[in-house]
Every structure is written in C-alpha cells, then in structure tokens.
C-alpha cells in the first residue's frame, strides 16, 4: 500500500509524501501545505481480520467513502474498515486520492 500511497500523490499531482508514525502507526501526507490531509493506518491482533484506514475527524471524508462504498463499513467520521479477505485496491486508491487532495479540493469547490 506504501507504494500505492506514492503513486497515488503522484497521479494527483500533490507532491511527494511525508511519512511518519502517528500513535505508532504509520502514516502519509503531501509535503505541501494546504494540499491534502493525513491517511493513517492500523492493524491490531485485537481485530487481525482487518485494516482500519484513520482520516482526519475534521474532514468529511469518512461520510464520502460510505457513499462511494456503502458495503465497506465507517464511523462516518474517521474511521474505514478494511476486511483483509477482500480486494479493496479500489477504495483505497480512491481513499488516498480525496485524502493526498482533500484541501486542494476544497478551495477549487470554493471558488
């Protein structure tokens, strides 16, 4: 997913990423300011059957991958799981992409 996350950034023409650990998960966001938000993501033996993918809880991002993926459940507010025994290559390039451009598209729906 890593190598998603950059090639992602790359199509949307965001930059290169910063990639850090953030509550000790690693985590990914454009080096330009304003650009887009944090994509951060976690596994735990807790819950090993899935990967939750975190996005800011200030953001609408949450509300806009339940209605772009109604069958993959949500907080609605910050949180995306991820079942492992299913290919979502598609929501999560999708999920990276309003991430990585979250405030670029903001300002542009402002305008």
């Known amino acids: 997913m890593r190598a998603?996350?950059?090639?992602v950034a790359q199509a949307a023409d965001v930059g290169p990423l910063d990639e850090s650990l953030k509550w000790g998960h690693p985590a990914w966001r454009p080096r330009r300011a304003r650009m887009g938000s944090t994509l951060r993501l976690h596994w735990s033996e807790g819950s090993p059957k899935s990967l939750i993918a975190f996005v800011d809880c200030k953001t609408n991002l949450a509300q806009q991958m339940q209605t772009r993926f109604p069958e993959i459940p949500t907080d609605g507010r910050r949180e995306i799981r991820l079942a492992l025994d299913q290919d979502h290559a598609d929501a999560i390039w999708q999920l990276a992409?309003?991430?990585f451009t979250y405030?670029?598209?903001r300002q542009a729906?402002?305008?």
């Not at 998603?4 to 090639?7: E, I, T, V």
Request: no cysteine; charged share 25%.
């Open 97 to 99: 992409y309003l991430t």
């Open 103 to 105: 405030h670029r598209a």
């Open 109 to 111: 729906a402002a305008r």
């Open 4 to 7: 998603m996350f950059h090639d």
